[in-house]
């Protein structure tokens, strides 16, 4: 009985690929998440694929040194991910931290529209990074952007 939605699952997410949204949406998220990842300072490295997205959040770019380190993580401090996806969700936007990455992973369902909107609270949330990182010349890195 566990498996029996299988086939009616597997026969909705074809329908739902065969329409294109999934990859449209995908496309859109990845140029919105890089041009965030352009404007703000505390963002060293944007790196994904489809609808499962990171941004490494440090306090240098140039040295990818991060806000905090595992020994604070583990003695309970609040560290700048979590600081960042508080301000988010105070805005409606939910947004996993882990160390010192964001993880964006909306449903696939998604439409450009809704991205857009998320991208905008994410913009004003991190601006708490913005405010301890240290300004350089170097931009953020896109590490899942590579040439086949």
Known sequence: MATSAIPAAVKEYQTLFDSGAPQKAS???????????????CVGDVRGIGHFWALEIVKNRKTKEPFDTKAEKFAGKALMPAQIGAEAMKNGLYVASWYDTMVIAPPLIITEEQIDE?????DNALKVGDKEAVETDVPASR?????K
């Open 143 to 147: 590490s899942s952007d590579y040439k």
């Open 118 to 122: 998320a991208i905008s609270i994410l």
């Open 27 to 41: 496309e859109h998220l990845k140029q919105r998440l890089y041009a965030l990842a352009d404007k703000h300072i």
